[in-house]
């Protein structure tokens, strides 16, 4: 059997450069609730992601779960269909309820042109999600938020370290939600965060990462426990100092899987998009079976058949789950279970070689039928 190609692969420090960062919490035996490196790790990351606050959270689903619940948010949430269950659970488990809107062929997100028609007496906010790292038509959401009094919570897991038009992603909407997830471009192992301007906003957070509590004394939020530990905060500021240099590696393999798909007839690539700095977060391919030959599926088993694992990335729809219970109508949301029919997500991480790129990308044109 060949070796085995997963879809990712985590970043990681030298073992020695993360013992070296968790040695003095042997001096100190604070574990977690906020110690010295949750603090270090908080304020180099405003730095890095260039933005006015930062909140540490266990994850970035807590992330988007409490923002909106910071945010006292009530009624109907726009959102998107196609992306990972996160966004739309946090949705649902605040008592809100998702009003799914369709997204556009090439970016894979909101059609912002869509949202305006979805507005009801009811709608509170928009919840748009940059997949893969995808921007999504940031000034004309803002622009219907503006109109309409609307918060934009950004699902931003995908988007750790880009920039828009110079800026720190993080610094768009009203808040950016980041995942650092170990099988995400930056990982804490599992770990996320929550950028914001507004200070009232981040007081709210911060308490409801801790159960809501206000001071010894007073408990006046119902929060949750979302608090970052002390060993995810020093993965984090190991892994941080060496992002750099992974990303130009991802730039790299993204590179040659260019060079080798693109212009193949019935495969369509992720856009490049202007004016943003990329983290090449995933390689997302569609199939189109017609012009290709074969469908998504069979590029999918004929990949597994040699050890290597592409994701249907994502698929089902989130509007199609079963927990649902056919509450919403998926024929609504047409571009997105197009596109979650055909896409795949071929393996990419900073390590992978170029001899396993082309050896993906052989494989994948292999498939290829002319049915004229
Ligand atoms: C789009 C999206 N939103 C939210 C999340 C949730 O992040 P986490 O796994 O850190 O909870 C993820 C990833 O896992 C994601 O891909």
Same mark, same amino acid.
């Given at each position: 059997?060949?070796?085995?190609?997963?879809?990712?692969?985590?970043?990681?420090?030298?073992?020695?450069?993360?013992?070296?960062?968790?040695?003095?919490?042997?001096?100190?035996?604070?574990?977690?609730?906020?110690?010295?490196?949750?603090?270090?790790?908080?304020?180099?990351?405003?730095?890095?992601?260039?933005?006015?606050?930062?909140?540490?959270?266990?994850?970035?689903?807590?992330?988007?779960?409490?923002?909106?619940?910071?945010?006292?948010?009530?009624?109907?949430?726009?959102?998107?269909?196609?992306?990972?269950?996160?966004?739309?659970?946090?949705?649902?488990?605040?008592?809100?309820?998702?009003?799914?809107?369709?997204?556009?062929?090439?970016?894979?997100?909101?059609?912002?042109?869509?949202?305006?028609?979805?507005?009801?007496?009811?709608?509170?906010?928009?919840?748009?999600?940059?997949?893969?790292?995808?921007?999504?038509?940031?000034?004309?959401?803002?622009?219907?938020?503006?109109?309409?009094?609307?918060?934009?919570?950004?699902?931003?897991?995908?988007?750790?370290?880009?920039?828009?038009?110079?800026?720190?992603?993080?610094?768009?909407?009203?808040?950016?939600?980041?995942?650092?997830?170990?099988?995400?471009?930056?990982?804490?192992?599992?770990?996320?965060?929550?950028?914001?301007?507004?200070?009232?906003?981040?007081?709210?957070?911060?308490?409801?990462?801790?159960?809501?509590?206000?001071?010894?004394?007073?408990?006046?939020?119902?929060?949750?426990?979302?608090?970052?530990?002390?060993?995810?905060?020093?993965?984090?500021?190991?892994?941080?100092?060496?992002?750099?240099?992974?990303?130009?590696?991802?730039?790299?393999?993204?590179?040659r899987y260019r060079e080798r798909l693109s212009g193949i007839d019935g495969i369509q690539l992720n856009p490049i998009q202007e004016n943003v700095e990329s983290?090449?977060?995933?390689?997302?391919? *569609?199939?189109?079976?017609?012009? !290709?030959?074969?469908?998504?599926? #069979?590029?999918? $088993? +004929?990949?597994?058949?040699?050890? =290597?694992?592409?994701?249907?990335?994502?698929?089902?729809?989130?509007?199609?789950?079963?927990?649902?219970?056919?509450?919403?109508?998926?024929?609504?949301?047409?571009?997105?279970?197009?596109?979650?029919?055909? *896409?795949?997500?071929?393996?990419? !991480?900073?390590?992978?070689?170029? #001899?396993?790129? $082309? +050896?993906?990308?052989?494989?994948? =044109?292999?498939?290829?039928?002319?049915?004229?």
């Amino acid at each position: 059997m060949e070796n085995k190609i997963l879809v990712t692969r985590s970043s990681m420090p030298d073992l020695d450069e993360y013992i070296e960062e968790i040695k003095s919490i042997w001096d100190t035996h604070w574990l977690t609730n906020m110690g010295e490196k949750h603090q270090k790790f908080q304020k180099e990351l405003i730095d890095y992601m260039q933005v006015d606050n930062v909140e540490l959270l266990t994850n970035g689903h807590m992330a988007l779960e409490l923002s909106m619940q910071a945010l006292n948010l009530q009624g109907e949430v726009i959102t998107t269909p196609f992306t990972f269950a996160s966004t739309t659970h946090a949705i649902v488990r605040n008592g809100l309820k998702p009003v799914f809107c369709d997204v556009d062929p090439m970016t894979f997100t909101i059609d912002s042109d869509k949202i305006e028609s979805l507005i009801t007496d009811k709608t509170c906010a928009i919840v748009p999600v940059h997949v893969y790292g995808n921007i999504c038509n940031i000034e004309a959401i803002d622009k219907i938020a503006k109109k309409y009094g609307l918060k934009v919570i950004y699902d931003a897991a995908h988007t750790f370290g880009e920039t828009y038009k110079g800026k720190g992603i993080g610094s768009y909407g009203d808040v950016s939600c980041f995942s650092f997830h170990a099988t995400k471009v930056f990982n804490s192992i599992e770990g996320g965060c929550v950028c914001y301007s507004d200070r009232e906003f981040g007081h709210a957070l911060s308490r409801l990462k801790n159960f809501g509590i206000r001071n010894e004394e007073v408990v006046d939020g119902v929060g949750a426990n979302a608090k970052m530990n002390e060993f995810c905060a020093a993965m984090g500021l190991c892994n941080l100092r060496h992002l750099q240099t992974e990303i130009e590696k991802r730039k790299t393999v993204v590179e040659r899987y260019r060079e080798r798909l693109s212009g193949i007839d019935g495969i369509q690539l992720n856009p490049i998009q202007e004016n943003v700095e990329s983290n090449y977060a995933y390689f997302p391919v *569609v199939f189109d079976e017609k012009k !290709f030959g074969a469908s998504r599926n #069979e590029v999918q $088993d +004929k990949l597994a058949e040699h050890g =290597i694992g592409a994701r249907k990335y994502f698929y089902p729809l989130t509007n199609t789950f079963d927990c649902f219970h056919n509450e919403f109508d998926v024929n609504e949301t047409p571009v997105a279970l197009h596109l979650s029919l055909r *896409v795949l997500t071929l393996p990419l !991480f900073a390590d992978l070689n170029l #001899e396993d790129v $082309d +050896k993906i990308c052989d494989l994948v =044109i292999a498939c290829k039928r002319n049915y004229i």
